[in-house]
C-alpha cells in the first residue's frame, strides 16, 4: 500500500469517526447486529411460549414490551424477528452486490453489444415499481422466507449493476488503467486490481442504504403474508396480527414497529455518513424508487 | 412537415418515444413469461386441490395455455396491445374491465398524495437549502430521514388507531366514489393519503433541498446578486424557479412510484384500487390478473416518464439540444 493509499483511507476514518451522526448511528447498529446475533440466548422467553391467563398484558418488569393476544412476550419476539428480518436483508444485498456489481463492472468495461443487452435488461426491470416487481417473483415463486430473500436480492440487483457501471466508465479512462493495458495486464487483473477498488465508494454507500429499504421491504412483505411464514416471528407480521388489539393493546403494534424503524434510520443515516464521505458527487437513485 | 421532424423536440421526443416502446416490450417479455417461470402448471395451482377434469381443461383452453409457446407469446402480444388482456381464473371476468374498475380509486388516492407530500416537500426543501446549516435545516433533514425510514403500513395502522377509533374523527377504512359522494370520498381519503403523502413528502424533501442548493452556487445566481437584485428576487426568480426543473422530474418519478407501490396502503386501509387487486390475485394466484395489473403499472410508469422528460425539453433547452 502507497503512502498516499493509507492517507487517503486514514482522512476518510477521520471524516466519518468525525460526523456525530454516523458514530451514532453505527454505533446503534452494532447493538443491532449484537442483539440479532445472540437474539436466542438473551431472549427472556420462548418466541412460542403461549401463556393465555398472561395474554394483552402491557410493559411491565416481567415483559418489558408486554404481551400478545396469546400471552406470548412482545420482547422475546421482537429480537428473534430482527435477527430474521437483518438475516434475509443481509443476504439478499450481497446477491444484489454479487450480482449487479458483476454486470455492471463488466458492461462498463468491455462495453459493446454486451453493455447494450446487459442495460436494455436493467431497464427493463427499473420499469417495475420495486414493491411489484416483489410481488411478481413471490407470485411465481411462492411465499417463504427463501422466495423473500430472491425477491429482494432481484429488485436491487439492478441498482447495483447501474452503480457499479457509472463509475466503471469514469475509472476505465483513468491514465493508470491505460498504462497498466497499454503494459500487457491481463482483462481479470485490471479488474480485480484498478477497476473494483476505485469504484468501492459508491457501492459502499449503496449497500447501506439498500439494506435499509430491504429491512423495509421484508417487513412490507411479511405483513402481507407473503414473507417469512408462522410460526417464525416477523416483524411484519407482528405488526398485522396487531391490527385487531391496537387501542387496547397498543404496545403490540409500536415495539416491532419501533425496532424496524430504528434498524433503518440506523442504516439511512450511516449510508447519508458515508456517502458524504466517500461518494459526495453520487445521486442516489435507489431513494427515488423507494419501496412504499 | 420536415420542419416538424427536425425541430429538436420533436427528434427528442421522437428518441425517447422509441426507447420506451424498446423497453414496453421488455416489460411484454416479461410479464408474459411470468406464468411461464411457475414451477408446475399455474392453472392446476390457480385451482387449488378440488376441481373437475372438465374445470382444468376450460380454464386451461381458455387462457391458451394448451397451445404451443410461441403462439401463445404472438397472440398475448397481440391482444395485450389491443387492450385484450385474458380472463381472470377465479371468476372469469375480462382483466381489462377489472384494472379499469380499479383505476379510479388508485389514481385519486396517488394525486392526493403527492400533492399532500408537494405541500410539504416545497416549502421545507427550499426553506432547509436557503437556510443551510443552520439549526431548522438540520431539524428538517432530521424530519425527512425518519419519514424515509418509517414502514408506512405501520404510521396507517397507528394513524387509524388514533384518528379513526380513538378520536372518532374520520372512518377506519374504505372507499367512497368521489363523483357519488364528494364529502364521504374526502372524509375516507385523508387518512391513506396522508400515509402516502408523508413518505413521498420526506423523500421529495431531500431532492428539493439540494436541486436550489445545487442552483444557488451556479454562476448566473452569483451575477444576479452582483448586479444588486433584491435577495428576494434572486431567491425566487433566479434560484427556486430553476430549482424547480429537477423537481418536477423528481415528482413524475414519485407519481409514478405511488401508484404501483400503494400496495400496502390499500392493504391497510380497505382501498379497492390496483395495489389491493395485485395482493388479492397474488394470494390467490390468479396470474392473468397478475399479468394485466403488473403491465398496466409498468406502462403508466413508462408514460408518467415520457410526459416528464417531455416537459423537460419543454422547459430546459439543454436537455433536448444535447
Redesign the interface.
Known sequence: MTTAETNTRVSSWRLLLGNPVTVVSGAILAVIVIVALTANWIAPYGINDVNVPDALQGPSGAHWFGTDELGRDVFSRVLVATQASLRVAVISVVFAVVVGVTVGVVSGYRGGWLDTIFMRVVDVMFAFPVLLLALAVVAILGPGMTTTILAIGIVYTPIFARVARASTLSVRVEPYVSVSRSMGTGHLYILSRHIVPNIAGPLVVQTSLSLAFAILSEALLSFLGLGIQPPQPSLGRMIFDSQGFVTMAWWMAVFPGAAIFVTVLAFNLLGDGLRDVLDPKQRTMIEARRKQ | MTRLVTHPIARFLARRLAYSA???F??L??VFA?VH???GDPVRIALGTRYSPQAYEALRSASGLDKPIIQQFFSYIGSALTGDLGVSFRNGDPVTVILLERLPATVSLAVVGILIAMLIALPAGIWSALHEGRASDAIIRVAS??G???????MG??L??LFA??LGWLPTSGYQPLLDNPGGWLRHIVLPALT?GL??GA?MT??VR?AVLEVASMGYVRTARSKGLSPRVVTFRHTVRNALIPVLT?TG??L??????????E?VFAWPGLGRL??N???T?D?PV?QGA?LL??AL??LINLIVDALYAVVDPRIRLS
Open positions: 424498446v423497453v414496453l421488455g416489460v417479455i416479461v411470468l417461470l411457475v414451477p430521514q425518519f424515509v425510514s418509517v414502514p408506512d403500513f405501520w395502522i397507528l387509524i388507531a377509533t380513538t402516502v413518505v413521498a423523500i431531500r431532492y439540494s423528481i418519478i414519485q409514478a412510484t405511488i401508484l404501483g407501490g400503494v400496495i400496502v396502503v392493504v395485485v395482493y390475485a397474488v394470494a394466484r396470474y397478475i403488473v403499472i409498468a410508469f413508462l
